[in-house]
């Protein structure tokens, strides 16, 4: 079985810990491989409409070869931290230069796991008696992380792959959810 990660981090930090982890789970019965799209030239999609008939991007850059890993994996890993409760930029130019999959439907079922980690704490303050306190809300980074999560899970939908799993984490400690990392590698590598 052929797996492909895709990080969409700009460090190599806890996204790609994360990614690392579940193919750690996947073991080496299979081939994986971990692709960093910051050291990728990725140019953004100008909605040129060519990729509605051909079903091919007209863009000469490093997408070409991308387009082709992901058609040969049977086994597709996202990552990417939360940025402004989104995916990273970088993330984002990779998915809006996959619209060629949403007219052809070449990645239709193959198996796909999210993984997503975020770093904002909100407090909320109040007032007594003159004295200030601030209090940690709880979910704030779990909510934000969330909707990274979503807007991943929103384009497998739209390209219809199959979502396995997803894992989120806080960042400074992604080794909390290593568990979950494993069981995500062993469900996607389930027959
Ligand atoms: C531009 C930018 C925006 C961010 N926005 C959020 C956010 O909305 N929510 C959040 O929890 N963390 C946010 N963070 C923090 C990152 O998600 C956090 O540092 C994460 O661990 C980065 O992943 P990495 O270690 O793989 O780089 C942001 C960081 C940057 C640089």
Redesign the pocket.
């Known amino acids: 079985m052929k797996i492909l990660a895709i ?1 969409g ?9 994360m990614l690392w982890k579940v193919l750690e789970a996947i073991g080496n019965e299979h081939s994986a491989e971990l692709l960093t799209l910051k050291d990728k030239n990725i140019e953004p999609c100008r909605n040129c409409k060519g990729c509605h008939k051909t079903f091919r991007c007209v863009i000469q850059d490093d997408m070409q070869r991308i387009h082709e890993r992901l058609k040969e994996s049977e086994v597709i890993l996202f ?1 990417s ?6 995916v ?1 930029s970088t993330m984002k130019l990779f998915m809006d230069r996959c619209l060629p999959f949403y007219f052809s439907g070449e990645l239709k079922g193959k198996r796909v796991g999210l993984v997503s ?5 909100e407090y909320i303050r109040y007032d007594v008696d003159g004295d200030c306190f601030w209090c940690q809300i709880d979910n ?2 779990a909510r ?2 969330e909707r ?1 999560l979503n807007s991943l899970s929103y384009f497998c939908d739209h390209l219809r792959i199959e979502v396995v799993g997803r894992v989120a984490a ?3 400690s992604p080794e909390l959810r290593d568990k979950e990392l494993l069981e995500l590698g062993w469900r996607l590598t389930e027959v």
């Not at 981090?9 to 806890?14: A, E, L, Q, V």
């Not at 931290?81 to 989104?86: G, I, M, T, V």
């Not at 980690?117 to 704490?121: A, H, R, T, W």
């Open positions: 990080s981090s700009s460090r190599d930090k806890n996204t790609n810990y990552g931290p939360a940025y402004f409760d989104n990273s980690v975020g770093g904002f704490k704030a980074c934000t992380v990274c806080i960042h400074g």
